[in-house]
């Protein structure tokens, strides 16, 4: 049933009929396939089972977790038109009416993907005995009604067949490749979502890039399959989740757009609370999080009319929460960022860290560390803050979706050592972000302790406690570049730490806000975010962050090479912020993400994400400018000089707005507050 | 018109009432008006309305007719999606997916509903698989005098019988982990309609008793277990006796106390398949009926009976009765039909009164129960000399299925009250050919894409016109629906279904059907694999 490409040096041999029984594996890396015919020794291993992936990946020792699930998906073929079509006709797409036809042989080929798909093999291989695959016309209908509407000449085409050939769906629409995080040598490239025809080109190269070279030439984190771990490879889940997924592939899909099915699996112990004080929900690694929280006066539209690429209807309720923010103080429930501790019983974890981490982590307990982890390009495979808690251990926070990557990165650098010790904490702990000029008053009502700058100075870490809560970890830092404190609170104290929060906080005018008010902050203060505007091709230099990098310290650390160089050479893309100066808020397209710039009326790259930003009263969006020759298209060196000396557009679905770039936050609107941050940043690197 | 057939049902069925509480006057033992039908004081109350009767009772009823203005603003009409909500409610249906030894199972599907007349419903219905063995098992249980004894029927029979079919190898593994208080392995897989009432765990006391039964089994020493036959035969007769000897056995638990004892004087008809392969066998007590449909090679329908009603139209009963008593009772043991006068099955779980001597009723009754607050029907029948006068020992039959077999019907005597076996096949005869119709017929395929779109498009309208997805559901909507005539009165099924709560038993009984279909292709593959 599953083909087998097994590269044997002089060239490539395939087996038919040949099953897997089963992958071996020692010391977590691949070492041969068990199949029926006997056993095969290889050092590479790519599941590409496509919709039996899941069952393989099942089959082995360690499971691999491979999220995807099969629809039943109908095609029709027909008899030859009178005139018999041409190998050269188009393929059509009618998305509207869900299908797409092409030329077969002379007839033609329609197939669709339907609103209400047939979901098949929930429970595995063996269904398929019960003779399901069967042809299904009365599914078909809306499908067959939908080609004669668009094509009614076709009436008279004689029907030859209808196939059913299930597909594979995966839960996010996106395909999955990529070495797994736990077996070194096993990769996967599956869940095409019906598209595979066209994709395989494309993926094939890049995941020969990835076997040959470690990593493929294109940041392809979308795809990895270490966004997924085993929490989203329960039959249930992939089921209904695949039935939402199968007709979206023709529906029109809009910015800032949440799953519906599969949801309310991972939530924090606040959601409830949350939840009837009108917490709109979204989704990130099965996590829920608030967007935002419509008061009880206001009605948002339905779901199906919320839909839009323009102004959307919860811009007055994110206002107030940014207003309140800026004003008094907010708390945003943000649990579901990834949470480790790495400790050992002497001063192994600060040696690793140094060697994994670009920033230096030496520094005194209570302090806390902005730093990337960097591959050997430089370029960040991940983003994160990381306390010292004491002189053994550390930390870690990054975001949601780093759990299962960041976990297989660190597991695959740190040396097997039992006084080592690398823990997954995130479930252990709830995180309120306290944001706003006032949240320093509601912090010292709870704790009797001084919160003031001389005590508790910016990127600190004190455990405190809060109310009669013991033992909660405060930090002074928000992720936003606003004043504030994050609060780790062990899970059974978060109810209590909220609600005495909240009580407190009343006088000071707190509020619940969410992640779509956190966003416009933090966009508007240039900060960029993992996943978003930085990937595994970004490095530091190129997004203006050197001071974050340990670079003059003579230590190694992974990428310090790629870096030097880079320091030397200069950097090819800049990550710069940009102001749109005469779009309409109102009534203009909003920027999403994805659009491109334009440096001089020339193409210089493209937007990585944008926001309103409240403030300023503009949309600012974050992106990299390349500088591509104008004669050879070949990218040159970006300067802050080459950056600052542009006139800049930005792209908006064909109509271009002027925007003015700058390489560092507005700084009018923050002057006080960043200079005491350059003040303590320096102070924590000068020690 | 429509409009005003409720209120007649409605009026009529209230003098039926006021006569019914002035009859109740004068027997004051009676403790509830629900035990109507097939528990019957004597002979002398006029208005008892059997739930065969509502034909006639129209008729009857009319002359009391009284219209009151008040009365005739009260609408009561449904619309017909509400109708479908109410005898939808009790649906279920499964597909048995499960391979028996890598071979389908011969059974394809089931379907099941309940309409309840009682408040709260009496009958009982359970569908389960055996795990230690093979096979399904299918019951109907149709209680009266109170839900209790249907309710522990439904719960218990299940265990008795499969504990019966138990190798001894099994039954040796279950004790010992009884003995090591290790967790016993499952039993039976239940697959239940989520609205069935919970089925408590099997309750110490009942684990206790279903223990000493499979002691008893060991102590046998039968490599194999009991063939089904036996197995059904004590299965029923050991979990009657279990019944009536746990209300004797002094019990700590006043709750568990009280349950025995309404679970002792109330009564359940039972009637249970099991199929395994293509052994089919039905075990039946009291007047719940098993049909079976077949379809003869020339493609008719005919009608195969797999029990015998246990009532007194039953000659055969009739002369067991006589047997079983002396002489001198011949004229006394059924009286208007029933058995010793009261009772309309002389087969039935429960039923004390009918089964222990005066003595010992009196003595477990004045051991202090609160009878007026559990609702016991205590009382002795007139001629009641030579207990015990009921048997709950099920009369068991065996069919081969073969691949003209389609399906079997089970269904409590409130289907079968208005339906006969005939017109029962009748109507799931339809339900297949509607279901199938929409099936593309590949020999018939329209041969282009125009025509076949309309053909879709037409069928498409009927499957939105047909009424019913499930068998049972069609069955209980003719039962209820259908005139003197056999025809659907859509009027007359919004009426039988907005009747209050405390008349619908008035007019109709607890109706609950279970349909099994039969896979042809698979029981015939076993014919030919040998």
């Known amino acids: ?22 992958v071996m594996v020692k010391k977590g890396q691949v070492t ?12 590479y291993f790519v599941n590409c089972a496509g919709q039996w992936a899941y069952e393989l990946g099942l089959s082995n020792e360690e499971p691999v977790s491979i999220p995807l699930h099969a629809c039943e998906h109908f095609y029709l073929l027909t008899r030859p038109l009178e005139t018999p079509l041409q190998s050269n006709t188009p393929t059509v797409v009618d998305a509207d009416g869900r299908i797409y036809i092409r030329n077969w042989q002379g007839g033609i080929l329609s197939g669709g993907f339907e609103k209400n798909p047939k979901p098949i093999f929930t429970e595995g291989k063996n269904q398929l005995e019960i003779q399901n695959l069967q042809e299904d016309w009365d599914h078909f209908e809306p499908l067959l009604s939908s080609l004669l509407r668009r094509m009614p000449e076709l009436e008279t085409l004689e029907i030859m067949k209808l196939v059913n050939c299930p597909e594979t769906f995966t839960p996010d629409m996106r395909c999955i490749m990529g070495e797994s995080p736990a077996v070194q040598g096993y990769y996967v490239l599956v869940g095409m979502n019906s598209a595979g025809l066209s994709f395989a080109g494309g993926a094939g190269r890049y995941l020969a890039e990835w076997m040959v070279h470690g990593y493929p030439s294109e940041s392809i984190w979308e795809l990895d399959l270490k966004r997924f771990g085993a929490l989203q490879s329960s039959r249930t889940f992939l089921r209904h989740r695949v039935m939402e997924v199968m007709p979206l592939l023709y529906d029109l899909k809009v910015p800032r757009w949440d799953f519906q099915t599969g949801r309310q699996l991972r939530t924090s112990p606040l959601y409830d609370r949350l939840d ?13 999080r608030p967007k935002y929280f419509v008061p009880p006066d206001k009605d948002l539209l339905a779901l199906e009319q919320s839909k839009t690429f323009y102004k959307p209807d919860w811009f007055d309720i994110v206002e107030s929460e940014v207003k309140c923010c800026k004003e008094a103080v907010c708390v945003i429930d943000m649990s579901s960022f990834t949470k480790f501790e790495i400790t050992s019983t002497g001063d192994q974890a600060l040696e690793i860290l140094q060697y994994l981490f670009s920033n ?59 006084n080592l010790l690398l823990e997954d904490v995130t479930w252990k702990y709830t995180a309120l972000n306290l944001i706003g000029p006032r949240a320093v008053d509601v912090l010292s009502e709870l704790s009797y302790a001084p919160m003031t700058p001389d005590h508790f100075p910016s990127l600190f870490c004190k455990e405190m406690s809060v109310g009669y809560a013991n033992g909660i970890r405060v930090m002074s830092m928000t992720h936003t570049g606003e004043p504030g404190f994050m609060l780790y609170i062990p899970i059974e104290y978060a109810l209590h730490v909220y609600n005495e929060v909240m009580s407190v906080g009343q006088k ?58 880079q320091k030397q050479n200069g950097v090819y893309k800049r990550l710069t912020m940009f102001i749109l100066d005469d779009h309409d808020t109102d009534l203009d397209l909003w920027p999403w993400w994805g659009e491109p710039i334009y440096r001089n009326g020339q193409y210089a790259g493209k937007t990585t994400s944008s926001a309103y930003s409240y403030t300023l009263e503009r949309h600012v969006c974050l992106g990299f400018v390349h500088n591509f020759s104008e004669d050879t298209g070949e990218e040159q060196v970006v300067t802050a000089d080459f950056i600052n000396r542009g006139e800049y557009e930005i792209d908006i679905a064909g109509h271009r707005f002027q925007a003015k770039a700058k390489l560092y936050p507005v700084t009018s609107l923050f002057t006080h507050k960043r200079r005491k941050d350059d003040v303590e940043l320096s102070d924590l690197h000068g020690k | 018109m429509s409009s005003t057939l409720p209120f007649w049902i409605l009026n009529s069925a209230r003098n039926s009432i006021a006569t019914l509480q002035g009859g109740r006057r004068l027997y004051s033992r009676c403790a509830s008006n629900r035990n109507k039908s097939r528990w019957r004081l004597f002979s002398q109350g006029p208005g008892t309305l059997k739930s065969s009767a509502p034909c006639s009772g129209f008729a009857l009823q009319k002359a009391y007719r009284h219209t009151s203005t008040e009365e005739d603003d009260f609408h009561l009409q ?32 089931f379907e099941s509903n309940q309409l309840a007349a009682n408040s709260p419903v009496e009958d009982r219905r359970g569908v389960a698989s055996c795990l230690q063995t093979s096979g399904l098992m299918f019951g109907i249980f149709d209680g009266h005098g109170g839900h209790a004894c249907a309710q522990a029927v439904s719960e218990r029979l299940f265990y008795y019988v499969a504990v019966s079919l138990m190798s001894q190898q099994t039954l040796e593994r279950m004790e010992g982990a009884m003995e090591s208080m290790k967790p016993l392995m499952p039993i039976l897989q239940w697959l239940k309609h989520p609205g069935d009432s919970i089925y408590k765990d099997v309750t110490s006391v009942h684990l206790d008793h279903l223990r000493v039964y499979w002691q008893e089994l060991l102590d046998l020493h039968m490599e194999m277990g009991l063939n089904i036959k036996e197995a ?19 019990l700590e638990d006043e709750m568990t106390r009280n349950l025995s004892l309404q679970v002792a004087f109330s009564g359940a008809t039972a009637c249970m398949a099991h199929v395994d392969g293509v052994h089919l066998h039905v075990a039946n007590a009291g007047d719940c009926r098993a049909i079976l449909g077949v379809q003869e090679d020339n493609g008719m329908w005919s009608c195969l009976p797999l029990t015998r009603d246990h009532n007194a139209w039953n000659q055969a009963e009739l002369s067991r009765l006589k047997r079983e008593h002396p002489e001198s009772e011949d004229r006394t043991v059924i009286v208007d039909n029933r058995l010793l006068g009261v009772l309309m099955p002389c087969r039935a779980f429960g039923d004390v009164q009918l089964k222990w001597s005066k003595e010992l009723q009196r003595s477990v009754l004045e051991r202090g129960f609160d009878t007026e607050a559990l609702n016991i029907y205590q009382f002795t029948p007139p001629h009641y000399h030579t207990p015990p006068y009921l048997t709950a020992e099920p009369e068991v039959t065996y069919h081969r299925l073969r691949p003209q077999d389609k399906f079997l019907v089970l269904a409590s005597d409130g289907l079968w009250d208005v339906l006969d076996n005939e017109g029962v096949v009748r109507l799931v005869v339809e339900h297949l050919a509607e279901a199938s119709r929409h099936k593309p017929d590949l020999a018939q395929r329209p041969a282009n894409l125009g025509l076949m779109q309309s053909l879709l498009q037409q069928r498409r309208a009927q499957v939105l016109r047909a009424a019913d997805q499930n068998a049972a559901t069609r069955l209980i909507r003719h039962a209820i629906g259908s005139n003197e005539y056999g025809e659907m009165e859509p009027e007359r099924l919004t009426a039988m279904l907005t009747l ?14 279970t349909v099994v279909y039969f896979n042809s292709d698979s029981i015939d593959a076993y014919y030919k694999g040998g």
């Open chain 1, 1 to 22: 049933m599953h083909c087998l490409f097994l590269y044997l040096g002089t060239g490539v041999q395939i087996y038919d009929r040949t099953s897997v029984l089963h």
């Open chain 1, 32 to 43: 041969g396939v068990e199949t029926d015919k006997g056993q095969i020794e290889c050092q």
């Open chain 1, 276 to 288: 009837a004080q009108g917490a709109r929900w979204m989704e990130k690694h099965g996590f829920e």
């Open chain 1, 360 to 418: 230096d982590l030496d520094v005194p307990v209570g302090h806390i560390v902005h730093t990337g982890m960097l591959n050997e390009g430089g370029g960040y495979e991940n983003d994160c803050s990381i306390a010292r808690l004491s002189k053994r251990s550390f930390f870690m926070i990054s975001p949601t979706d780093q759990q299962v990557h960041c976990w297989a990165w660190l597991k695959k650098h740190m040396p097997e050592d039992s």
């Open chain 1, 508 to 565: 000071y005018g707190i509020r619940n806000a969410g992640y779509y008010a956190l966003r416009s902050l933090r966009i508007e203060k240039f900060f960029a975010f993992w996943g978003q505007d930085l990937n595994t091709l970004t490095t530091p230099l190129e997004c203006g962050r050197e001071s974050r990098v340990k670079l003059d310290k003579g230590m190694d650390f992974i990428g310090r090479d790629a870096l030097l160089q």
């Open chain 2, 78 to 109: 449904l619309s017909p999606e509400q109708v479908n909500e109410v005898l939808r409610a009790g649906e279920s249906a499964h597909k048995i997916l499960d391979l028996v030894r890598g071979a389908p199972n011969s059974v394809l599907r």
């Open chain 2, 232 to 250: 059904l035969m004590y299965s029923f007769q050991r979990l009657d006796s279990d019944i009536s000897l746990e209300v004797q056995a002094p």
């Open chain 2, 500 to 513: 209050p709560e405390d008349l619908a038993r008035m007019y109709r009984d607890d109706i609950t059907v």
